[in-house]
């Protein structure tokens, strides 16, 4: 059972400025948190952001940090990653994650996190 669905990516060009939407199957809880994550070739799955649903307080890893914007649709139930200023090293498989219970200290780690996305492609290029 798919608890929340992604979709936007694809191959794009360096400066180009996609989103990424994360849909929940059914509906993100209030104390949810929903994260993105990444993975490139021959690297590990490292934090890219995450946002709570009930609060919307956000969190950034410092290689996105005013470049991508993580917000919430409540009507929508999604969470849509805009990404601006790409560069080729943001080239990697996105994935949405589900942290059923979160902390500030806690939302940046994977392990954390409740449920998991198929993952969708973004590649940048030149």
């Known amino acids: 059972q798919a608890h929340v669905v992604e979709s936007g990516g694809g191959t794009v060009q360096a400066g180009d400025s996609p989103t990424l939407s994360c849909a929940a199957s059914?509906?993100?809880?209030?104390?949810?948190?929903i994260g993105w994550f990444r993975q490139a070739p021959a690297k590990e799955r490292e934090f890219v952001a995450a946002?709570?649903?009930?609060?919307?307080?956000?969190i950034y890893a410092d290689s996105v940090k005013g470049r991508f914007t993580i917000s919430r649709d409540v009507a929508k139930e999604t969470v849509v990653l805009q990404m601006n200023s790409l560069k080729h090293e943001d080239t990697a498989v996105y994935y949405c994650?589900?942290?059923?219970?979160?902390?500030?200290?806690?939302?940046?780690?994977?392990?954390?996190?409740?449920?998991w996305g198929q993952g969708t492609q973004v590649t940048i290029s030149s």
């Open positions: 994650a589900v942290d059923r219970s979160p902390t500030p200290a806690t939302m940046k780690n994977s392990h954390n996190y409740d449920y």
């Open positions: 946002i709570r649903w009930r609060l919307g307080d956000k």
């Open positions: 059914t509906f993100f809880y209030a104390n949810d948190a």
